[in-house]
């Protein structure tokens, strides 16, 4: 029984160490979890209070009238395609959410699909590039989820370009470009900025990486999601979505093109000559062919040791026209031809070795050798693989602050999707995270807390509890079956032992088994305990007490007498059972013993 202890105890104490930093983790969400259930217990919301000292912008979309006054519709063309769609038409509205989750809680929704729309609003104030840092944090959800679209935003340049935001249209110039979007299963998360080249004042779009972490959810879970750019004044950037960093680097490093070009370029001008040899092989010159190879040789040939098998039917045709077949009625030999039955399988072949032709079967050519080819030799004129000479580029630059990018001065959402229903909120443009997490914890985390609340079924919070990853179900279950397999294996080797023991051989066999010596001693002492003089000396003393108590009570007298009937009987039987082959002589009771009176019926 210790082996098995011995062998629970380091299993458990194996799986116990792999999965004991993720068991306090299950313990820390729960307390987490039941934290969240008393906060939103009683959820209120209200239009968070945006103060313009601390918000360069800052828009929630619950005053329609305040939503009137400060957004500017596109009234703008497209100057790329044709007329009958090139008109920004697109329809906007401020509304509730299909699946409303906070009272009186707005949002911008684009209602129409396949229509190009766009709309603007200027900052309370331009945001500089400076010495803080850019953050931009806005909320989305695609209520009919989407297969084919965009539900990003801009921020528009300052300049002349921008005067008009009624002729907002997709190349006004922009500073950033940030957010989701899809087509097909192309999925990005844009963020792009417009460099301006310092020596010539040319722009240039630069394009960051994609994030490793897939965004699929957002596009068909038609839930509110959250999305924040980051960009710092030490020329490095990071995007969370819904609170979680899914990509951050260096404006330096992780776009394309990079801020900086190359300080050297290849020389348009410069021509591979003509007798530059690139190859590092050759055939060497100095082989020549084996005088016994033959390029003829077939690959395969006739088995030349196969022989036609007994009983082959050489002049019986394999297959024969069908002669139960008959020309159609409608057959024209004008037209059609000659009319022949169609082929089916001789009857004869089917009880035959076979028919037709003997053919031996094919074998692999041992002479085959190919064609010939001369053997590889290192080149001696190999020269390198040819480039063109490097020069100074012309337009290099050096770009030692990419941060301070084009001021910016309004926010603008220009789109075309074919999915409607997209709803915008909580835009906001600001210089500090904490403000930021802050209007978040007063928006999109109580939406959060409300669907989570909504989803806490059991099997939801153990998925959560595990990370999402089933794979530890499958740790956790062995964890919890080993001391099961383990007393399984316990009575399964019990029944075993019971099953070979000699009393089991016994009653499958039915073979005697003597028993043991002392076995034979406690059924020697019960035979004697239960022999007849035992049994005569109770009597005798039975019988004393008798006389003794004849003027006692009748009712006593009797209930002592069947008393003493049944322990008679008792040892009686007990003595049988004990030991049957054990029959000692009776021995006589002695004279003058007082007989027992007749018991009364």
């Given at each position: 029984m ?60 619950d ?9 500017i ?9 044709a ?15 299909q ?12 209602k ?15 945001f500089?590039?400076s ?5 931009v ?78 965004l ?35 404006l ?32 060497d ?9 033959n390029e ?17 039917l ?16 409608d057959?024209d ?11 089916i ?127 530890y ?78 003027n ?29 082959e ?20």
């Amino acid at each position: 029984m210790g082996k098995y202890f011995l062998l629970i105890g380091i299993c458990l104490i194996l799986v116990g160490t792999i999965l004991g930093d993720e068991g306090d983790d299950i313990v820390n969400k729960d307390i987490e979890e039941e934290k969240d259930s008393a906060d939103v217990s009683d959820i209120s919301y209200e239009s968070p209070y945006a103060d313009p000292a601390r918000f360069y912008f800052a828009e929630h979309f619950d005053d329609k009238d305040r939503f009137e006054s400060r957004w500017i519709k596109s009234q703008a063309k497209k100057d790329d395609i044709a007329d009958e769609i090139a008109k920004y038409d697109g329809e906007w509205e401020v509304e509730l959410p299909q699946r409303q989750l906070l009272p009186n809680d707005l949002g911008l929704v684009l209602k129409s699909k396949a229509k190009h729309a766009a709309i603007a609003s200027r900052l309370n104030r331009p945001f500089v590039f400076s010495d803080k840092p850019l953050v931009v944090q806005y909320e989305v959800n695609l209520q009919n989820g989407q297969e084919c679209g965009g539900s990003y935003i801009k921020l528009l340049s300052s300049g002349k370009d921008t005067t008009d935001l009624k002729q907002f249209h997709d190349k006004t110039p922009y500073t950033i470009m940030f957010g989701p979007d899809k087509c097909s299963t192309a999925i990005q998360m844009h963020f792009i900025f417009r460099h301006v080249n310092p020596i010539n004042g040319t722009i240039t779009e630069k394009h960051c990486r994609n994030a490793k972490y897939r965004l699929d959810d957002p596009f068909k879970d038609k839930q509110p999601h959250l999305y924040q750019l980051v960009i710092r004044p030490d020329n490095t950037y990071l995007i969370r979505f819904d609170h979680k960093i899914i990509n951050e680097g260096s404006l330096f490093t992780e776009f394309n093109p990079p801020v900086n070009p190359p300080k050297e370029i290849d020389d348009p001008n410069d021509v591979k000559p003509e007798n530059w040899d690139e190859r590092e092989k050759i055939p060497d010159p100095d082989a020549k062919k084996p005088d016994d190879w033959n390029e003829d040789e077939p690959p395969q040939i006739p088995d030349p040791n196969a022989s036609k098998p007994e009983g082959w039917l050489d002049d019986i045709e394999e297959m024969i026209p069908d002669p139960n077949a008959e020309k159609p009625a409608d057959w024209d030999e004008g037209m059609d031809g000659d009319w022949e039955a169609p082929l089916i399988t001789n009857p004869v072949c089917e009880k035959a070795v076979g028919c037709g032709l003997w053919k031996a079967p094919m074998i692999s050519n041992p002479n085959y050798k190919g064609k010939w080819r001369a053997p590889l030799i290192d080149n001696p004129n190999y020269q390198g693989k040819w480039a063109p000479r490097k020069i100074p580029n012309p337009d290099f630059f050096e770009d030692n602050n990419p941060f301070k990018m084009t001021t910016i001065g309004a926010v603008g959402i220009e789109l075309w999707s074919m999915s409607s229903d997209i709803l915008f909120d909580n835009i906001i443009i600001t210089d500090d995270e904490d403000i930021a997490r802050e209007w978040a914890t007063q928006t999109y985390d109580l939406k959060r807390k409300l669907i989570d609340r909504e989803a806490n079924t059991l099997w939801d919070r153990a998925m959560k509890y595990m990370g999402y990853k089933p794979g530890y179900w499958f740790a956790y279950f062995v964890y919890c079956s080993i001391p099961v397999i383990a007393y399984v294996w316990y009575l399964y080797s019990r029944r075993d032992s019971k099953e070979n023991s000699p009393e089991a051989r016994t009653k499958k066999s039915d073979e005697h088994v003597p028993d043991s010596e002392e076995k034979e001693e406690v059924s020697h002492k019960k035979s004697n305990l239960n022999s007849p003089v035992t049994e005569s000396k109770a009597q005798m003393e039975n019988l004393e007490a008798t006389d003794d108590a004849e003027n006692d009570n009748y009712e006593d007298e009797e209930e002592e007498d069947e008393d003493e009937e049944v322990d008679e009987d008792d040892t009686i039987i007990e003595g049988k059972e004990a030991d049957e082959e054990i029959q000692p002589e009776p021995v006589e009771p002695e004279t003058g013993v007082k007989k027992r009176k007749p018991r009364r019926e």
